[in-house]
């Protein structure tokens, strides 16, 4: 059996009401079996022989009420094989909890903080998850940046001794998911490269264009020269065959949610009250001139 040896960060953003997992392995699609969260519940790693029940189980009592430290006390408590577990606990008020068994290949071992907690097994040195800690206390920002530049940092000071395979990112809020259906807000894994890392930084780059929130200076009304350069645009990728009048009316509004539509920007673009924003329009331009 392999275990999914690995270094990982668990960790609660209390001002934006998030619970994340960042997660570096040597190890095929380990985030797949390393990363557990839910809004309002918490957030989980289990790693190293990972006992996959522990993950749905932590997130079952800690929606319920139950400390990430007791959590982290029942799941190994009646596991025989906890000598081989590792675990990394942060429950819905942000309390951190982890558990190193002494049965894992050194270098193995956590460190908690406030709405965090760092582990990991195989490592070349406990400078891994001392770089991880610091770096997340010292980054502003999102949690799910400081997540990633947590793992920047782990992988820096030494990462996994057999070397880097895959790596995964999930952070979850109330209704944070596409749509405002679910709470899975950000859920990016790269399961085989030779640097998960850095793919999964421009992964995580791609999911600001696409789904970030744009900031309120940055809307344009869709009228003058804004209209007429998106029905230029339109017209150019061929969705368009009227006037060029700078007028947002039901034709232009049909072309420029086919265009939208098409390079997946729907969360920029306010087709109702006639609103697009300014990263869109840039990126509209170098699609279209990249097509044409």
Same mark, same amino acid.
């Given at each position: 059996?392999?275990?999914?040896?690995?270094?990982?960060?668990?960790?609660?953003?209390?001002?934006?009401?998030?619970?994340?997992?960042?997660?570096?392995?040597?190890?095929?699609?380990?985030?797949?079996?390393?990363?557990?969260?839910?809004?309002?519940?918490?957030?989980?790693?289990?790693?190293?022989?990972?006992?996959?029940?522990?993950?749905?189980?932590?997130?079952?009592?800690?929606?319920? @009420?139950?400390? &990430? $430290?007791?959590? !982290? %006390?029942? #799941?190994? =408590?009646?596991?025989?094989?906890?000598?081989? +577990?590792?675990?990394?606990?942060?429950?819905?008020?942000?309390?951190?909890?982890?558990?190193?068994?002494?049965?894992?290949?050194?270098?193995?071992?956590?460190?908690?903080?406030?709405?965090?907690?760092?582990?990991?097994?195989?490592?070349?040195?406990?400078?891994?998850?001392?770089?991880?800690?610091?770096?997340?206390?010292?980054?502003? @920002?999102?949690? &799910? $940046?400081?997540? !990633? %530049?947590? #793992?920047? =940092?782990?992988?820096?000071?030494?990462?996994? +001794?057999?070397?880097?395979?895959?790596?995964?990112?999930?952070?979850?809020?109330?209704?944070?998911?596409?749509?405002?259906?679910?709470?899975?807000?950000?859920?990016?894994?790269?399961?085989?490269?030779?640097?998960?890392?850095?793919?999964?930084?421009?992964?995580?780059?791609?999911?600001?264009?696409?789904?970030?929130?744009?900031?309120?200076?940055?809307?344009?009304?869709?009228?003058?020269?804004?209209?007429?350069?998106?029905?230029?645009?339109?017209?150019?990728?061929?969705?368009?065959?009227?006037?060029?009048?700078?007028?947002?009316?039901?034709?232009?509004?049909?072309?420029?949610?086919?265009?939208?539509?098409?390079?997946?920007?729907?969360?920029?673009?306010?087709?109702?009250?006639?609103?697009?924003?300014?990263?869109?329009?840039?990126?509209?331009?170098?699609?279209?001139?990249?097509?044409?």
């Amino acid at each position: 059996m392999q275990r999914p040896s690995t270094f990982s960060i668990v960790a609660y953003d209390p001002q934006r009401g998030e619970w994340g997992v960042a997660v570096q392995s040597k190890f095929l699609a380990a985030a797949a079996v390393v990363s557990w969260a839910r809004a309002a519940a918490g957030a989980v790693a289990t790693q190293s022989y990972a006992n996959t029940s522990y993950g749905p189980r932590a997130l079952e009592w800690m929606a319920q @009420g139950v400390s &990430a $430290e007791e959590v !982290v %006390a029942r #799941l190994v =408590a009646d596991d025989e094989g906890r000598a081989q +577990r590792q675990v990394g606990v942060v429950d819905a008020q942000g309390r951190a909890a982890a558990f190193t068994g002494d049965g894992c290949l050194p270098w193995a071992g956590h460190i908690i903080g406030t709405h965090y907690t760092c582990q990991g097994n195989i490592l070349v040195d406990e400078r891994t998850v001392q770089a991880m800690a610091e770096t997340f206390e010292a980054t502003s @920002g999102e949690l &799910a $940046e400081r997540l !990633v %530049a947590a #793992l920047a =940092a782990g992988q820096a000071a030494g990462g996994d +001794r057999r070397g880097q395979q895959s790596a995964g990112l999930l952070v979850v809020r109330e209704n944070g998911g596409y749509g405002g259906f679910n709470d899975r807000y950000i859920d990016l894994r790269v399961d085989d490269d030779p640097r998960p890392i850095e793919k999964l930084r421009q992964l995580l780059d791609l999911h600001h264009l696409y789904f970030g929130q744009t900031r309120p200076e940055d809307w344009l009304r869709i009228e003058g020269d804004v209209a007429r350069d998106l029905q230029q645009l339109a017209a150019r990728a061929g969705l368009y065959n009227g006037p060029v009048h700078g007028e947002y009316d039901a034709a232009t509004r049909a072309a420029l949610r086919a265009l939208v539509g098409i390079e997946n920007l729907e969360e920029r673009l306010r087709e109702e009250d006639g609103y697009i924003d300014a990263v869109a329009l840039q990126v509209l331009h170098e699609r279209v001139e990249q097509a044409t």
